[in-house]
């Protein structure tokens, strides 16, 4: 039995599928703000169970003979302290904790993030730091991940507003080159790490195949939507002062504009041991997910590149 926390998210749901369509036995916590999402994956032969990463009771129940346990967390929009620190420390703690209980987990797989070279200004990297130590210490064979940003980041979250305004914001210079990927390629990597004793007590950093910059990301989109998306500069500087006002309104914009900050500044990695050893092949580019994204919204002239 495979128990996965995090099930209902982005990430999640896309390994729950692919996991189910190689019969393997899911157990998916879902927390009540989460029953529709929910819906697909109890279709697809998925074991729902409801709880919440802050409940120890659900936690041990979702643990109970399993061989494998999967942290998938985000604290997602709400980036107020306090629920950071529950999304990305303590409930993976507790968590870890139920692992332990159960006796039974052979592999316990963790969600972290690749690091930029300088990491030290955002503060939701330590709570990843000190989670990743408690897992390496705890005993419990571990897989830990650390997948750069997704494409899904860019592309649904940025529609809105290109759809709108014609424009796409970028945090910065736009000039900090980096190593998205996509969604199905951080899956098949969680997938091929399972019972893999390669990947075993190992921590690994995941990224896609091309090094690229945001305003040549935004090039490819508008080249594959055959339109003119034009880059929109922002300074640092003005959106932290702008978290900064709204925080009595919204506690959570510090926090957003932080993770903004990180999701826009260099990240790499060396990934040539690590598609040895998850048999990750090819990757997906850039502009095959966007190709592949618009075809299932119904653009079929975006035939496939």
């Known amino acids: ?89 303590q409930g993976p703690l507790n968590l870890l904790r ?29 709570a990843k730091l000190m989670a990743e130590e408690a897992i390496q210490n705890s005993g419990v064979p571990y897989t830990i991940f650390r997948p750069c940003g997704l494409f899904y980041e860019i592309i649904q979250r940025g529609e809105p507003i290109v759809e709108r305004f014609g424009v796409f914001p970028i945090l910065g210079s736009g000039k900090k080159r980096t190593q998205m ?3 199905v390629d951080v899956s098949r990597a969680f997938f091929n790490a399972i019972d893999n004793p390669e990947a075993l007590n190992r921590t690994f950093e995941l990224g896609g195949p091309e090094l690229l910059n945001f305003d040549e990301m935004v090039a490819i989109w508008s080249r594959v939507l055959g339109t003119t998306i034009r880059p929109l500069h922002l300074p640092i500087w003005l959106m932290n002062a702008i978290g900064q006002a709204l925080k009595p309104i919204n506690p959570s914009a510090p926090g957003i504009m932080e993770l903004l900050e990180f999701s826009y500044d260099a990240m790499s990695c060396d990934m040539s ?11 997906q580019t850039l502009e095959e997910y966007t190709r592949e994204y618009y075809i299932a919204k119904g653009r079929p002239e975006l035939v496939p590149a």
């Open 1 to 89: 039995m495979i128990f996965i926390v995090g099930g209902t998210g982005t990430l999640g749901q896309t390994l729950v599928r692919m996991l189910r369509e190689q019969g393997q036995p899911v157990r998916v916590l879902v927390r009540p703000g989460s029953v529709a999402k929910a819906e697909p994956l109890r279709k697809l032969g998925a074991e729902l169970i409801g709880g919440d990463i802050r409940d120890p009771a659900s936690l041990e129940l979702g643990c109970r003979g399993a061989t494998h346990v999967i942290c998938a967390t985000s604290a997602g929009d709400d980036r107020r302290p306090e629920s950071r620190r529950m999304a990305e420390y």
């Open 98 to 126: 139920a692992a332990q209980q159960a006796g039974t987990c052979e592999q316990f797989i963790f969600t972290s993030t690749l690091f930029p070279r300088n990491p030290v200004g955002y503060k939701f990297v330590w």
């Open 181 to 183: 990927l996509s969604m």
């Open 273 to 283: 041991e690590t598609s040895r050893i998850l048999r990750l092949g090819r990757m």
